[in-house]
């Protein structure tokens, strides 16, 4: 365990006011959801291009929903790990504190993050293609295809797919954060994803300490002011203690 690192990161936060971590998949691996790019990963046996983009859901929305639902299904279960709480904990200590997931599980809210951002949406919401109803739906197994109660019309999930564009009002408000600041915590993801990928920068750029927390080395690793290698869910709660002391 890198305690030099820890030590010095726990430092910084105690003395910022303005902090802005990002997750990825990577945060909720301890809790048993399957990363997209690791060995358990997601894709492994599809290809993102060929299930989470808008033209597959227009071929085959059965198929598309047969991956949701199975996904769906595997996470419901599953439980928030240390990270996800030392990260809500973490929320009680800064003065101004934004978390940005790119996460759909919804293991940061049932951890208590009190308004995470879910960047890329959430598993368990769904919005109708015909009247555009947005609402929540745990239902496992659901109905495929699903129809929406109001109008009949098919419903989709509310996740961002691969060449959509993000909500613009969520990016702003991203892009805000980022600008203002101190401290900015990656954890957990790869930055294979754009526009996310690029927020770690972005904050530097703006003048934040960035450090990146994560199991293995990234290629944007090098950019960081400190990149500490672990498991999220051992050294944030790590990170959160030494803040006490
Ligand atoms: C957009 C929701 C524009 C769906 C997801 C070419 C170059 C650059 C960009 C592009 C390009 N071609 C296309 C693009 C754009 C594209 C993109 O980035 N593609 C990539 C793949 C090349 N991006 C988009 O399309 C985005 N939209 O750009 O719009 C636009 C503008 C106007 C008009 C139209 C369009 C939308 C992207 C959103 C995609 N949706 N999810 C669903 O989940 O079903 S992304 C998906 O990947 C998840 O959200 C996931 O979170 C995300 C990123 O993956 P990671 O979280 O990083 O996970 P990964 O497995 O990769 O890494 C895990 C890491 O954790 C690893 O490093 C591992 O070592 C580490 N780890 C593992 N265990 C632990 C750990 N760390 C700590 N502790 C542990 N225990
Ligand atoms: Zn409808």
Not at 64 to 79: F, G, T
Not at 97 to 118: C, M, R, Y
């Amino acid at each position: 365990m890198d305690t030099e690192g820890i030590r010095q990161v726990a430092e910084k936060l105690k003395s910022s006011t303005r902090v802005v971590v990002l997750t990825g998949a990577g945060i909720s691996q301890e809790s048993g959801v399957p990363t997209f790019r690791g060995a358990d990963g997601l894709w492994q046996n599809f290809r993102a291009e060929d299930l989470a983009t808008p033209e597959a859901f227009e071929k085959d929305p059965v198929l598309v929903w047969r991956w949701y639902d199975w996904r769906r299904s595997l996470i419901q279960p599953l439980k928030p790990n240390p990270g996800h709480y030392a990260l809500a904990d973490l929320e009680k200590r800064i003065e101004d504190f934004t978390l940005v997931t790119q996460n759909v599980d919804g293991l940061h809210k049932a951890a208590g993050s009190k308004h995470p951002i879910e960047m890329h949406g959430s598993l368990w919401r769904v919005r109708c293609m015909q009247c555009g109803t947005d609402f929540e739906n745990r239902e496992v197994p659901i109905d495929i295809p699903p129809r929406c109660e109001t109008c009949g019309g098919l419903l989709r999930p509310a996740v961002v797919w691969f060449g959509e564009a993000l909500d613009q009002e969520i990016l702003r408000e991203i892009y805000r954060c980022l600008e203002r600041a101190e401290t900015m915590l990656v954890v957990g993801t790869s930055g294979a994803v754009q526009p996310a990928a690029s927020f770690g920068l972005v904050a530097k750029k703006a003048g934040a300490f960035v450090v990146e927390v994560n199991r293995s080395k990234t290629p944007q690793s090098a950019f960081f002011d400190v990149s500490i290698q672990g498991k999220a869910g051992e050294l944030l709660p790590h990170l959160v203690e030494h803040m006490t002391q």
